[in-house]
RNA sequence: GGACCCGUAGCUCAGCCAGGACAGAGCGCCGGCCUCCUAAGCCGGUGGUCGGGGGUUCAAAUCCCCCCGGGUCCGCCA
């Protein structure tokens, strides 16, 4: 029994039906089960029946005629025993009608055991790294993290209930200049930011952000100043001038913020130091070498911004495997040795007098035989691109080089077999290079097993966001304002519930909004997110899914637990409840293919119909008033059925499913 | 300038990858439904040159080409 495991997999009736109906015409057709499994779809109208086969299709690849198909299938399906009560054959589809109430009777025996909605589990699970979120630590997470976040979050869940084995990990990006910033402006007050932010009773990411944007901003503004002295021509000092205008309305707005008395301290100093480049350039190349006190300085400014980011996290139910410094990989020489694999490569060259790594020849070589190279890639047709510069002039090293040195430490550190970056569409350029690069020096599995999970911008209506400006909708306000909102509906409809649960269930119900909303659209398209809309809780949104689920867990609650034995399974016939069951039934075909698919928002948009067919059922077929006790408890069945595959669903988008609400 | 993504109802979005059975939801707007399992709900009505044009096909929102509009990217930034 060793290696084998324990017990074949459990299917539930639906599933049990849609694989071996596309495993026995795949066999008929030749074609791959999966393909066919694709092919098979729920007809537009119920009158055709409950699946439907496009015969077209197949004759068209088979030569053989559709009724011969059609003949042969039927046949088949009958030698098989499936849950299939009629076939016919209509304008080229094959129409099935299944077996509903015998599937029903099924689906009770496996609950009755104590079985429960699952995903059918894929036949050949990954080791597969998902890297998300991965914020710079300077300032706190605003709606395009969120967005990232509830995606990496979402695809994390969706391919482990698949069977996959994921490890999730957030990077650090320490080095950077940005945080360099942020380290020069605490350097300037002198104060921890942990233990600071404490005092201030504010939330540390949210100090660091405000002492990042208001250092920056100081060191425009003198730079911008300087410019507009040394400025010639008239139409060039109108532009500056303009520019400026828009830093000093950010730094009033930052001033007028200022949690304590820091605001001056910083700009002063600033505006009276010759070189704040210099200081930044130090801090950087001094923290590069692991050397004191900047070490501190910078792991001080960073630490309190990732702590401000795991209670962010937290609060939207959002846990890391694993945290990654992108510092480590520097001083652990992993980026060294990467640059010296490099420098003995054969597409190593010298561009504009640095090193770099020469991506036509890579493209020119290694793309142009290499069939599955070229497809894993995804190398855009006209698109150039330029050499890769892996090392400044002044021995520190760039953003790509470190990443590829990453790269391959998340391979390696989980034996993967895949990685997953989940980073925005205008990574694009830089993500390609890094897989360019890392085949070029010969790491072929992982430059073709790196996903580029990419998705769009959120923008919002009228601005634009920028951390640097100090201007974003962070993630902490927008949850608390749907907090706000939803505590007035849960107050309005519980009104003798004490206030400890309805800040539990408001809290739920914010995280859901704010999930939802931002899993539901599709990843290549941008979101414009309306702070305002968001708070309208009806229909097509979370809350209206958690809703739906409390109501049935309502139902469930006054009814008790079912009596397995009076159900009469025909009760599943009536046209409403039937479909209802159906539509339910079909949840893990549905979650499985969003999963393979890395669609999240396939299985929100199914979660929706499904939550508006049990809705209109609702509200025409009771349940407790039911007189008839074999229909009630085959109703029972249906709901119950219902509130766990809803829960589930939920679950795996990240959505807390209140039992009321 | 080049490349990539998006363009479906007034608004927000499904459907496009794997072409086929009347182009779908929700919001909005108009009209109904709470002595009855939560009205965050339900029922009905309103609303569409699927950005435009060509092509392939028996069949195109879906595939191919061109164009238009919006976004993004083309750094010794990250």
Request: charged residues 30%.
């Amino acid at each position: 029994m060793a290696g084998r495991s324990m017990s074949e997999y459990i299917y539930d009736p639906y599933t049990t039906v849609h694989t071996k109906l596309a495993e026995l015409v795949a066999e008929k057709t030749g074609e791959d089960p999966q393909f066919v499994s694709w092919l098979i779809t729920v007809p537009p109208r119920k009158e055709y029946g409950d699946l439907s086969l496009p015969l077209m299709r197949f004759a068209r690849k088979t030569g053989v005629k559709p009724d011969e198909l059609y003949r042969e299938i039927t046949e088949a399906i009958n030698k098989s025993g499936l849950d299939v009560s009629e076939v016919s054959l209509e304008g080229g589809y094959m129409n099935l009608k299944l077996d509903v109430p015998r599937m029903a009777e099924k689906l009770a025996g496996l609950i009755r055991k104590g079985w429960s909605v699952s995903l059918p589990r894929i036949d050949k699970p990954r080791r597969i790294v998902v890297e998300h979120t991965s914020a710079n630590p300077i300032h706190p997470l605003h709606m395009g993290h969120a967005r990232n976040t509830s995606i990496g979050d979402t695809l994390a869940r969706l391919l482990r209930a698949r069977g996959h084995i994921i490890n999730t990990r957030f990077y650090i990006d320490d080095v950077g200049k940005q945080v360099a910033i942020a380290a020069y402006g605490f350097k300037i007050l002198g104060v921890d930011p942990l233990s600071e932010s404490r005092k201030l009773g504010m939330k540390p990411d949210h100090f660091v952000g405000w002492v990042y944007a208001t250092t920056f901003s100081s060191i425009e503004a003198v730079d911008l100043k300087k410019q507009l002295n040394d400025a010639g021509n008239d139409e060039e000092r109108s532009r500056l001038q303009e520019k400026l205008d828009g830093i000093m309305a950010a730094l009033a707005s930052l001033k007028e913020r200022d949690p304590g008395s820091y605001f001056d301290k910083i700009f002063e100093h600033v505006t009276a130091t010759h070189d704040n480049e210099a200081e930044i350039q130090r801090i950087m190349v001094r923290y590069e070498k692991g050397e004191e006190p900047e070490k501190s300085l910078i792991r001080g400014v960073v630490d309190a911004a990732l702590e401000g980011f795991r209670e962010s996290l937290s609060r939207i139910g959002v846990v890391f495997d694993d945290w990654d410094w992108e510092s480590e990989l520097v001083w652990s020489s992993r980026v060294g040795k990467i640059i010296q694999e490099a420098k003995n490569s054969r597409y190593y060259i010298k561009y504009k007098e640095a090193d770099a790594i020469d991506i036509p020849k890579i493209i020119k070589e290694l793309l142009q035989t290499d069939e599955e190279a070229r497809k894993k890639i995804k190398l855009p047709r006209g698109w150039e691109i330029p050499p890769l510069i892996l090392v400044r002039s002044d021995g520190t090293t760039l953003y790509t080089t470190r990443d590829m040195a990453y790269t391959l430490y998340k391979f390696e550190a989980f034996n993967a077999d895949e990685v997953i970056n989940v980073i925005g569409a205008d990574q694009r350029l830089a993500q390609l290079q890094l897989r360019l690069a890392l085949l070029g020096l010969g790491y072929r599995k992982e430059a073709l097993n790196l996903i580029h999970y990419d998705y769009e911008m959120v923008r919002l209506p009228g601005i634009r966001m920028s951390g640097r400006r100090g201007r974003f909708v962070d993630m902490d306000s927008i949850l608390d304002s749907l907090k706000i909102r939803a505590e007035e509906e849960v107050r309005k409809r519980n009104p003798d519930a004490d206030a400890a649960w309805i800040g539990r269930v408001s809290e739920q119900i914010a995280v859901g909004a704010l999930r939802f909303t931002l899993i539901r659209t599709s990843a290549p398209r941008p979101v414009v997110f309306d702070p305002e809309k968001v708070l309208n809780l009806e229909e097509n949104t979370g809350p209206y899914l958690q809703y739906t689920h409390a109501r049935a867990c309502g139902i469930m609650k006054k009814h008790g637990s079912i009596d397995f034995e009076s159900i009469n399974y025909e009760a599943c016939n009536e046209s409403r409840r039937r479909n209802l069951l159906l539509m339910t039934m079909r949840y893990p075909m549905v979650a499985a293919k969003a999963a393979d698919d890395m669609a999240p928002e396939d299985l929100a948009t199914y979660l929706l119909k499904l939550a508006d067919e049990f809705n209109s059922w609702y509200q025409v077929d009771p349940v407790i008033r039911e007189p008839d006790v074999g229909a009630r408890e085959c109703k029972a069945l249906i709901v119950d059925y219902f509130r766990q595959t809803m829960k589930h669903g939920l679950e795996l988008l990240g959505v807390p499913a209140p039992e009321r609400m």
